[in-house]
């Protein structure tokens, strides 16, 4: 098996051919199975089916310094320990498996505060993985930016901001003393000398953000870019600023956009519950995590105070440590629906858990936006509420009590056919392998390719502008 190292950094890889062939053994019964045994997803636009389309997208990766992506998990894994809470089952990894390993092939963290956002490190494995290996895969990798749709910047900023906040919080909205700025500046000088860069001013660079603190000192300096984001919640201040407008609730294009930018899954912290496994749900409804949250989170507070002591609805106060994860597991699949109220920002990998519990997720926010919209229908399987309609008394547990098991029973399995859209891992050391053909990662990248046409149109109509000259920013897209 090739170290880590090495694949990180050459353009043409091998793989032992006897792990060639156990590959595509095994991949190519379950893209059998998902081709044509398989129910048509009803939520999956056809035009653009992972089955019927041609089409892929090219990409280039820059050589970035190993220690801004694969070095930050060596850097993680040699720590002693990680005090914060979740960080239980890296300490023991680290005393069980990675001192005894050569390090090659390092596993993304464990703890949900980092996990949740590892996109970065499973479309990066991806990237990496030999062409020959990528069965069904919508990306081409292209060794010139010249050749290339798009080029895909391999820092792995949530590890890098959540490094920080473990070995000195203090320092993290500072400058000075802030390894983490350091990276930061690091990735934007290198990119900066770049002639791809200076080409598109960034414009068709793919950046992961999905943590809303990654990245926090250069967002401005990345926001041509199209960036890969969990939601929009962590830009709402810097927004409002840039805007002059007053109103901070406003995402506007002068930073991040529907039109340029795409939303992709948390990464699920809870095991897939298949349909076949499915049980009598007692619970009405359901919801675990801290009751306390800023900015659009109050609503979750005024929530709890409504439903706290309804009949069969369950809020648990808690945090997806190991005794937490048990508790939600048990939770999610003993229940009808679960609650997704907005928290710090509008959505949380709680969505993508209930989505894998076959928990029919009731969305209390006015202002989300959901991964693979257009792609995926979500009114097939959640329940959407205003804001304004949940916080009157006794509504919500009303609503949920008239629909009937058979609407019910009908959400869950389309909620069954979409789960393995939101699903990251390949189950390959350090995510590089074949991925799945209807996984997130195709799915991210499709919505990428989507974006191609106006990207393109930014880049030609910025070269057009006289010196001194800027594009106005005039659209605001919600």
Sequence with gaps: MIPLKN???????????????????????????FFRSSPTPLSLNPQISLQTSPNFIKVYVPN??????????ENYWDLDSDSRIGSEVDNQIRKTHIGKSSKNF?????NPIIKQYSAEYWILGDLMTPEKLKLGSFVKR???????????VPFFATLSAEMQLIVNKGVFRKKEGNEDYQRQRMVLDFLNQTEAWKRSGGRDHVFVITDPVAMWHVKAEVAPAILLVVDFGGWYKLDSKASNESSSDMIHHTQVSLLKDVIVPYTHLLPRLPLSENQ???ILLYFKGAKHRHRGGIVREKLWDLLINEPRVVMEEGFPNATGKEQSIKGM???????HPAGDTPTSCRLFDAIQSLCIPVIVSDNIELPFEGMVDYSKFAVFVSVSIALQPSWLVNHLRSYSYE?????????AVVQPIFEYENGHPGGIGPISPNGAINFIWRKVHQKLPMIKEAIIREKRKPPGVSVPLRCHCT
């Design 280 to 282: 009598k749900r007692e």
């Design 333 to 339: 699949r003993t229940s009808e629906f679960c609650l």
């Design 142 to 152: 292209v060794f010139t930016a010249e050749e290339a749709d798009v080029i895909f």
């Design 407 to 415: 609407k019910k029973d009908r959400f869950r399995r389309n909620m």
């Design 106 to 110: 390092l596993p993304y963290p464990e």
């Design 7 to 33: 694949i990180a950094t050459c353009s043409s890889c091998s793989i032992p051919s006897l792990f060639i062939s156990l590959s595509i053994l095994c991949i190519l019964p379950i893209s059998l199975f």
């Design 64 to 73: 970035l310094p190993r220690s801004l992506n694969y070095g930050l998990l």
